[in-house]
T-cell receptor, first 116, second 113 residues
Framework: AQKVTQAQTEISVVEKEDVTLDCVYETRDTTYYLFWYKQPPSGELVFLIR??????QNEISGRYSWNFQKSTSSFNFTITASQVVDSAVYFCALSEARTGGFKTIFGAGTRLFVKA | NAGVTQTPKFQVLKTGQSMTLQCAQDMNHEYMSWYRQDPGMGLRLIHYSVGAGITDQGEVPNGYNVSRSTTEDFPLRLLSAAPSQTSVYFC????????????FGAGTRLSVL
């Protein structure tokens, strides 16, 4: 079954702290894609990163980094030196091929509060 | 660039009323989908479409209908609104649903009284 679990409902940190958002997924497929999206207080959903199931190389983009481990079915997101502007809800998503199409499922999200 | 346009932005319905949430995209994307967002539940997939004339059910399809007569439009119909359908609805599109980024509309906030 296709499933994405973000066990952390809310996280609160003080500015400049590092924070890691966890994402665990379930899939029967060997080919799939994982995503992270950000939803700031304004409400729109913004793409952050995509990773395919055959690429376990970690990625760093500025203060953001992602750790993909197939052995533990995890795709964790770390923000280094957090800033107030990082306050948002972050969603992990899993996309799989299905007969006749594709399907993307999101986790429940993690709300991050960064306090000044 | 309009991207994904959802209308209306806000709507209040009475129980039993019907309505259609509109979604249009101008990026020539084949894949479109509807999600609802509820507190603590994240984004849940209602219906999706991989191209004109093709639709399929997501995680929570009951009470909703969709059709895809053109590539650009993917309306979501509530047949008989219920208070449980009070939510924020997002429409999204992508070049394909597997590996490409989804672009989201601004959302429709629906209240059913």
């Amino acid at each position: 079954a296709q499933k994405v679990t973000q066990a952390q409902t809310e996280i609160s940190v003080v500015e400049k702290e590092d924070v890691t958002l966890d994402c665990v997924y379930e899939t029967r497929d060997t080919t799939y894609y994982l995503f992270w999206y950000k939803q700031p207080p304004s409400g729109e959903l913004v793409f952050l990163i995509r990773r395919n199931s055959f690429d376990e190389q970690n990625e760093i983009s500025g203060r953001y980094s992602w750790n993909f481990q197939k052995s533990t079915s995890s795709f964790n997101f770390t923000i280094t030196a957090s800033q107030v502007v990082d306050s948002a809800v972050y969603f992990c998503a899993l996309s799989e091929a299905r007969t006749g199409g594709f399907k993307t499922i999101f986790g429940a999200g993690t709300r991050l509060f960064v306090k000044a | 660039n309009a991207g994904v346009t959802q209308t209306p932005k806000f709507q209040v319905l009475k129980t039993g009323q019907s309505m259609t949430l509109q979604c249009a995209q101008d990026m020539n994307h084949e894949y479109m989908s509807w999600y609802r967002q509820d507190p603590g539940m994240g984004l849940r997939l209602i219906h999706y479409s991989v191209g004109a004339g093709i639709t399929d059910q997501g995680e929570v399809p009951n009470g909703y209908n969709v059709s895809r007569s053109t590539t650009e439009d993917f309306p979501l119909r509530l047949l008989s609104a219920a208070p449980s359908q009070t939510s924020v609805y997002f429409c999204a599109s992508s070049y394909d649903g597997l590996k490409n980024i989804q672009y989201f509309g601004a959302g429709t906030r629906l209240s059913v009284l």
